[in-house]
C-alpha cells in the first residue's frame, strides 16, 4: 500500500462560490494522506460542516486548528453561539465527523517525513503585534480606526465568557503550554496554529496594522522552545516558505478568489507538509 503525505491547507472561504467549488473537486492523492486545516474554514456553521464532512470523507485523517473567521457569531447564522461556546461547539462536531481538534489528544504521523507529533493549537491573539511606537492596545486600535483598517472580529468574534479577546488569548496559551510541556521531547512537532507564532510574517502586509489582529508575543520562542519539524499556520493569506531560528513555517492559505487568482487561474492543492528524510532540529 503506496505510504500517505502530511499536506495543509487554510482559509478555505467557503462562502465564496469559486472556493465552495476547490473543496468540492479536493481530493487526496491516495487514500492514506492526512489533512491539516490551519482554520478559516467558513464564518456559517452549516457551511462548516459541509466543507469538513466532505474533507473527512476523503481524507484518511483531517486535523483542524480554528482560525477568527470559525469564531465569528454572524446575523444570519442560525446557530447564534458565542465564543467559547461557540468554540466548543465547533470541537463537538470535528469530533462526529473524527476530525482531531486542539482538545484532542495529539496525533503521531509515522509516514513520510515522521514521526512527528501534530499538534493543532488554539491561542488568538492579545493586540501585542501592535503598530511600531505605541504603548498600549487603545493606542494601537485607534490609529487602525482612523485608517479604516479594522479587522472584522471587533464586531463578529465575542470573547463570553472572557472579558475581553485578550484574556481569552492568555488562557488559551496557558493550557497550551502545558500540553505541549507535556509531549515526548524526541519526537519532533508539527505546530499548527491560524495565526503565526511569531511576528516576523507580518512585515510583508499591504495593511501593517493589521498585524495586531495576527497574533501573540507570548508564542515567540515555541518553534525553539519546543522541538519543532515544521510550523503551519494561514490567516495572512500570503502563501510562503519562509525559515525563523533555521525552523520551516509554511503559510498554506487558499484565501480569497481576488488573492489566488493573482496567483494563477486555478487554485493551488494543498502544501506538502513533511518530504521522506527531511532533517529536523
Given amino acids: 500500500m503506496k505510504a ?30 492526512w489533512l491539516i486545516i490551519a482554520g478559516d474554514v467558513g464564518e456559517r456553521v452549516a457551511d462548516i460542516e459541509w466543507a469538513l464532512s466532505l474533507l473527512a470523507s476523503r481524507f484518511a485523517q483531517v486535523i483542524w486548528a480554528p482560525g477568527n473567521h470559525e469564531l465569528w457569531t454572524p446575523k444570519g447564522d442560525p446557530v447564534q453561539l458565542r465564543g467559547d461556546s461557540r468554540y466548543r461547539y465547533l470541537v463537538e462536531m470535528c469530533r462526529r465527523l473524527g476530525i482531531r481538534t486542539p482538545e484532542d489528544p495529539y496525533l503521531v504521523w509515522d509516514g513520510p517525513g515522521g514521526p512527528v507529533t501534530i499538534a493543532p493549537l488554539f491561542v488568538l491573539y492579545d493586540y501585542s503585534f501592535r503598530v511600531p511606537g505605541v504603548n498600549t492596545k487603545e493606542e494601537s486600535l485607534a490609529l487602525a480606526y482612523e485608517t479604516g483598517v479594522v479587522c472584522t472580529d471587533e464586531l463578529l468574534l465575542h470573547p463570553d465568557p472572557y472579558p475581553s479577546r485578550e484574556e481569552w488569548c492568555w488562557a488559551r496559551v496557558e493550557e497550551t503550554e502545558r500540553r505541549l510541556d507535556a509531549c515526548d521531547p524526541d519526537v519532533p512537532l508539527v ?30 520562542d515555541w518553534h525553539v522552545k519546543y522541538r519543532t519539524a515544521v510550523a503551519v499556520y494561514g490567516h495572512l493569506h500570503i502563501p510562503r516558505t519562509t525559515y525563523y531560528d533555521g525552523v520551516r513555517f509554511e503559510e498554506v492559505s487558499l484565501g480569497y478568489p481576488r488573492e489566488w487568482r493573482e496567483r494563477g487561474t486555478v487554485p493551488r492543492p494543498a502544501r506538502q507538509v513533511l518530504v521522506a528524510h527531511e532533517l529536523t532540529p
Avoid at 502530511?6 to 473543496?23: K, Q, T
Avoid at 491560524?194 to 507570548?218: N, S
Wanted: hydrophobic residues 35%.
Fill in 191 to 220: 505546530l499548527v496554529n491560524h495565526y503565526p507564532l511569531v511576528r516576523q510574517p507580518t512585515r510583508v502586509l499591504r495593511y501593517p496594522k493589521f498585524a495586531q489582529w495576527c497574533g501573540t508575543e507570548l508564542t515567540a
Fill in 4 to 33: 500517505g503525505n502530511l499536506v495543509a491547507v487554510s482559509d478555505l472561504h467557503v462562502a465564496y462560490a469559486e472556493n465552495r467549488r476547490f473543496v468540492e473537486g479536493f481530493r487526496p492523492e491516495n487514500e492514506n494522506d
